[in-house]
């Protein structure tokens, strides 16, 4: 008979939530609102920086090797929204035209949604390798709070800008100029978009930081574990390797 591994509770519900945060995220992207004048941004901006911040809390507490079987979780649990979705919008309604208001929220348009799944990889990653690595430097430093602050404004950071460098040139440049001959939007938009993306996320850790830390902490003595990423493999695909 196989040993069951013991699941760490603590673990596990920020897995859960950094999926519901990913699948909400795509579900809340389908409204804009104005910030101010004309900043505006979508409403999955409420949620998605949230699985940045349970990246850096996963990476932080247990390591690159966690890190990477949520990031890819998060990545399976999307995928699966987007095709039921996909499904469920083609299937005949019961009155004709009733469906217009579901099909415009579910029925995802391929090139964003390719767009999306590129730019949360790459950015999820490069989020947690930055944690880890930064955290293998600061070790024995002492001061916590500063550290571990740096550490996810910086990941976070590269994150964001990884994310919004993938994500908006494909989605409204690249794949409209290949599929429909034009791009969505002029690059001083597009330029517009990427960095209000980047400067609002990463204010949006900064601003849930103290909340952060104290999360970080208390899991830490609650788990007894505080881990560290000696000797391990970067690659995005060892995911048995946990």
Sequence with gaps: MKN???VSVSFMLMGILFCVCLIASNLFETKLFRVYGPICLTCGFLVFPISYILNDCIAE???YRKSRLIIWTGFLMNFFLVAIGTIASYLPPVNPGEDESFRHIFLFAPQITVASF????VGSFLNAIVMSKMKMADRNKGHFNYYFSLRAILSTIVGESADSIIFF???FYIFPWIFDGKPSVTVEVLISLML???VAKTL???IALPITIRVVRFVKKFEGIDVYDENISYNAFKVKDI
């Design 4 to 6: 069951v591994k013991n």
């Design 118 to 121: 590129i730019a949360f990889v």
């Design 204 to 206: 949006y850790e900064i």
């Design 61 to 63: 507490v247990w390591g």
């Design 196 to 198: 209000t993306q980047v």
């Design 169 to 171: 040139p494909l989605a």
